[in-house]
């Protein structure tokens, strides 16, 4: 079975501060892996996904995730948070066989003035 | 294109009442997805439908009921409420048939409470 864990219910940073939102995952085969950031009463938006290639993905609003597969992680970054990334966002993966996306509990993201 | 659409936003129900919610995308997607979203774990997916005509159980299908109405639109029904429905009904959709690497476009969203 697949499975997505983002460790940090809530990561709160200044802005101008560097964002790092963690996630690990657990898939057979070879990955395929989403970020999605949700805003207040809206519904999901993709930022970025990893499919194969360049293990550096650059997506939406300036955010960019790292794929790493002896870690098994994805983690999303940003180099300067804005007040506006204040958002809950979400990883997600499914395996190369698989037709399900599996998600993970999800970040709260604080950006402070 | 207003993308993925549902309605309606806001329902409360009582115990053993039944309601169905509606979704429609105008992106001609071949995929249609319903998931619910409980804090703290993620989105889990209820039912989904490969292309119109076909509809197949995800996570967590039990006290719900899906119709693939045509290729724009796929409804959820609860049958007989109960408490722990209560959540937040998020439809999505695809332009593929299977859940290859295409990215899933959401609607805003239906909070339902039970009572």
């Known amino acids: 079975a697949q499975s997505v864990a983002q460790p940090e219910d809530q990561v709160n940073v200044a802005e101008g501060n560097p964002l790092t939102v963690k996630c690990t995952y657990s898939v057979s085969g070879n990955p395929y892996l989403f970020w999605y950031v949700q805003y207040p009463n809206r519904g999901l938006q993709f930022l970025l996904k990893?499919?194969?290639?360049?293990?550096l993905v650059k997506g939406s609003y300036g955010f960019e995730a790292e794929f790493n597969k002896s870690q098994t992680s994805f983690h999303l970054k940003k180099p300067s948070a804005l007040v506006s990334d204040s958002a809950l966002y979400f990883c997600a993966v499914r395996g190369f066989a698989g037709n399900k996306l599996t998600f993970g509990g999800g970040t709260r993201v604080l950006v402070k003035p | 294109n207003a993308g993925v659409t549902q309605t309606p936003k806001f329902q409360v129900l009582k115990t053993g009442q039944s309601m169905t919610l509606q979704c429609a995308q105008d992106?001609?997607?071949?995929?249609m997805y319903w998931y619910r979203q409980d804090p703290g774990m993620g989105l889990r997916l209820i039912y989904y439908?490969?292309?119109?005509?076909?509809?197949d159980k995800g996570e967590v299908p039990n006290g719900y009921n899906v119709s693939r109405l045509n290729k724009r639109e796929f409804s959820l029904r609860l049958e007989s409420a109960a408490p722990s429905q209560t959540s937040v009904y998020f439809c999505a959709s695809i332009p593929g048939k299977y859940l290859t690497t295409d990215t899933q476009y959401f609607g805003p969203g239906t909070r339902l409470t039970v009572l």
């Open positions: 439908s490969a292309s119109e005509g076909t509809t």
């Open positions: 992106m001609n997607h071949n995929s």
């Open positions: 990893y499919i194969t290639g360049d293990n």
